[in-house]
């Protein structure tokens, strides 16, 4: 499952402002084989007011190079797969 998110905070999660949103999402990570998150560099650091998943619930995450060096370094510490593009 590939799926774009308003918030990502590495310490707390995955969120959205839409409290329906982060159910379904929340759901679809529940029945992935794979998950995997995608967004731009901006929407680290940020939580919005509905947690989707934590970010244990990734394989991999996909975002641009702008993204904080301290944050990828927390994914891959906890083996989560980091492309940069």
């Known amino acids: ?3 774009g998110v308003d918030g990502f905070d590495v310490h707390y999660g ?3 402002p839409n409290l ?3 159910r379904v999402n929340r ?4 029945v992935a ?3 995997v998150a995608v967004c731009d560099s901006s929407k680290f650091g940020h939580r919005s ?3 989707i998943v934590t970010t244990s619930a990734l394989q991999e995450v996909i975002t641009d190079r702008g993204a904080p060096k301290s944050d990828l370094s927390v994914l891959k510490q906890a083996r989560i797969e980091v492309t940069l593009v």
């Open 1 to 3: 499952m590939f799926f």
């Open 14 to 16: 995955l969120s959205t």
């Open 20 to 22: 329906l949103e982060a």
């Open 27 to 30: 759901v679809m990570v529940e």
């Open 33 to 35: 084989k794979r998950t």
């Open 49 to 51: 007011l509905s947690l």
